[in-house]
């Protein structure tokens, strides 16, 4: 009897959920899951690569600008040398309209000239230049920092001669007379120049050029120019001559020379 309720039991199938294994370790079961520990920040970068994050937000959308740091020093230094030259240019404009520099104005006012002396290729004589120098700047000094003058003949193509005049200053709203004696110590011209002053000579009338290289500024107590070399040249100086063997005297005194700054090239 006990074998074969054994032997029924070992045939009978068992049907049910499967047994779950028990794990070998338990787990501690807490109210609130573990949340893991936070990983360590990334190192900073240098200084020289930091950004500066301005935030602005046009139509409900944030847009994120970028400005490094060397940039905006690069800015602001540029603004600055922009504000800088303009005020300097403000300065300097609003004392140009007030002072107004002027370039010196200059008129041959006389000229005396001994009997010509001649030889077949060579000229003697000695001429008195009176010049008349004007400088119309009211409230700036010209300081004459050199004066050269240059006789010559036949449209400034034979040179006579020359003087250097001492450095000189002139005030401002002031006309001054400049009296100068050029020595023409038997000069070589050529024969060809000889036989054509011959004739002018006795024609009565030699017409002559004086150029003046000046180096001159300008000075007052708001303003100072630098030195400029200005360029007076004043052609057909003529010279009458009522006997071919005497001296001779300008005909058209105060004559206004051109002027003009020298820009050697």
């Known amino acids: 009897m006990a074998s074969a309720t054994?032997?029924?039991?070992?045939?009978?199938?068992?049907?049910?959920n499967p047994v779950q294994a028990i794990p070998a370790t338990p787990t501690a079961v807490t109210g609130n899951p573990q949340v893991a520990a936070p990983a360590e920040p990334p190192p900073s970068p240098p200084v020289y690569l930091r950004l500066l994050f301005r935030h602005r937000q046009s139509h409900g959308r944030?847009?994120?600008?970028?400005?490094?740091?060397?940039?905006?020093?690069?800015?602001?230094?540029?603004?600055?040398?922009?504000?800088?030259?303009?005020?300097?240019?403000?300065?300097?404009?609003?004392?140009?309209?007030?002072?107004?520099?002027?370039?010196?104005?200059?008129?041959?006012a006389s000229v005396t000239?001994?009997?010509?002396?001649?030889?077949?290729?060579?000229?003697?004589?000695?001429?008195?230049?009176?010049?008349l120098l004007t400088n119309a700047n009211n409230k700036m000094t010209a300081f004459?920092?050199?004066?050269?003058?240059?006789?010559?003949?036949?449209?400034?193509?034979?040179?006579l001669s020359d003087l250097r005049v001492?450095?000189?200053?002139?005030?401002?709203?002031?006309?001054?007379?400049?009296?100068?004696?050029?020595?023409?110590?038997?000069?070589?011209?050529?024969?060809?120049?000889?036989?054509?002053?011959?004739?002018?000579?006795?024609h009565g009338r030699v017409s002559f050029g004086v150029k003046i290289f000046a180096l001159v500024r300008l000075e007052s107590?708001?303003?100072?120019?630098?030195?400029?070399?200005i360029k007076f040249y004043c052609p057909d100086i003529i010279l009458g001559f009522p006997v071919s063997n005497g001296s001779g005297d300008l005909?058209?005194?105060?004559?206004?020379?051109?002027?003009?700054?020298?820009i050697k090239t």
């Open 6 to 16: 054994a032997a029924c039991c070992r045939n009978k199938t068992v049907e049910g």
């Open 62 to 108: 944030h847009r994120i600008y970028l400005v490094r740091h060397d940039q905006i020093l690069l800015y602001r230094l540029t603004a600055a040398a922009l504000i800088i030259f303009v005020m300097m240019a403000c300065i300097f404009f609003t004392l140009w309209l007030v002072l107004r520099p002027r370039l010196p104005e200059l008129r041959i």
């Open 113 to 131: 000239i001994s009997p010509l002396s001649t030889t077949y290729t060579n000229v003697s004589a000695a001429c008195d230049v009176s010049i």
């Open 144 to 159: 004459y920092d050199s004066f050269e003058v240059f006789l010559r003949y036949q449209r400034d193509k034979v040179f």
């Open 166 to 202: 001492p450095p000189f200053t002139q005030p401002g709203n002031n006309n001054s007379f400049l009296h100068t004696r050029l020595q023409i110590n038997n000069v070589h011209v050529g024969s060809d120049v000889v036989k054509a002053l011959k004739v002018d000579l006795n």
């Open 221 to 229: 107590k708001e303003w100072k120019t630098r030195s400029q070399l």
């Open 251 to 262: 005909l058209t005194p105060f004559k206004k020379c051109e002027v003009a700054l020298w």
